[in-house]
């Protein structure tokens, strides 16, 4: 190697060794590699009562999964016009929250129960600009606050007190919305969120397009600038796979919720099948992390 092209070489090496060192010092995160989430099994999801959504809960001890469909909303609910119920989650304590919505209105509702048992609802009026859709329900792993989000196109969470939780709610008031998380790029038709981590969420989208990150329905990962709360806080969208399209039909599928369970480190995503087959083959994926 010439003299010259030595010591460009070495002017290039010490820089990015300086760069390094400067990294280090002021305490900057080291980049983020993807997750690779492999698949280890699935179980049939009943079109009627496990078709919206699924959540897993830690209290009362030994309770069983939980999960949301069609068939699994109360008479008295849907008879008031909250006709749709999205993907549930349960707060470390054993609150097990559902996110309700109507055809129509300027409302949207939360369906608790504590863990004594007993039910209560929470109703959100609707701030300027935001849809309608109730799609699904987060609880941040610190308990008082929880994500919500939209249908279509965004570019944002939302960021609730969780009702039951937060001590600043009650069934008869209003559930205000606090702040919002700011993705850093567009995300499309997100069935479900859930925490694997204070500042860390694995979402299903059920994108048909594929023009976002390259893929249809996609599974993805959310890394918040900071625990939500009453201020807003970033989030930085990566996609990490597409989830399972196989049925004995061909057609449409639909991603529906996700649920990471911290205790055995699984994560659960429904994907109900195409036409006909929906009854006979739709699937609830179970994934770890290799």
Request: hydrophobic fraction near 35%; proline fraction near 8%.
């Amino acid at each position: 190697m010439p003299l010259r092209a030595r010591q460009r070489c070495h002017a290039l090496m010490a820089g990015l060794v300086a760069l390094a060192a400067a990294a280090v010092l002021s305490g900057a995160p080291p980049a983020l590699a993807a997750d690779t989430w492999t698949e280890v099994g699935s179980d049939r999801a009943d079109p009627l009562t496990e078709s919206q959504g699924l959540t897993s809960v830690e209290v009362p001890a030994n309770s069983p999964n939980r999960y949301t469909g069609i068939g699994t909303i109360p008479i008295g609910v849907s008879s008031r016009g909250w006709n749709h119920v999205g993907d549930p989650d349960a707060s470390y304590d054993g609150h097990y929250i559902e996110p309700y919505q109507a055809d129509s209105g300027s409302a949207k509702m939360f369906r608790v129960q504590a863990p004594g048992g007993s039910w209560s609802e929470y109703v959100h009026t609707l701030a300027g600009g935001e849809a309608l859709n109730n799609s699904w329900v987060a609880v941040a792993p610190g308990g008082r606050w929880m994500l919500a989000g939209e249908w279509g196109t965004m570019n944002r969470l939302l960021v609730f007190p969780t009702p039951g939780v937060n001590p600043a709610t009650s069934p008869s008031a209003n559930l205000p919305l606090a702040s919002t998380v700011r993705l850093d790029r567009g995300v499309r038709d997100v069935q479900g969120c859930d925490f694997s981590g204070p500042t860390t969420l694995l979402c299903s989208s059920d994108d048909p397009a594929g023009t976002l990150f390259g893929m249809t329905k996609p599974l993805l990962r959310i890394d918040l600038s900071a625990e939500p709360g009453a201020s807003d806080v970033d989030g930085k969208v990566t996609a990490l796979r597409q989830l399972p399209l196989r049925s004995g039909c061909s057609g449409t599928f639909e991603t529906e919720g996700v649920d990471f369970d911290r205790r055995t480190g699984t994560l659960r995503v429904i994907v109900l099948s195409p036409g006909f087959c929906v009854l006979t083959d739709s699937k609830t994926y179970r994934f770890t992390r290799n």
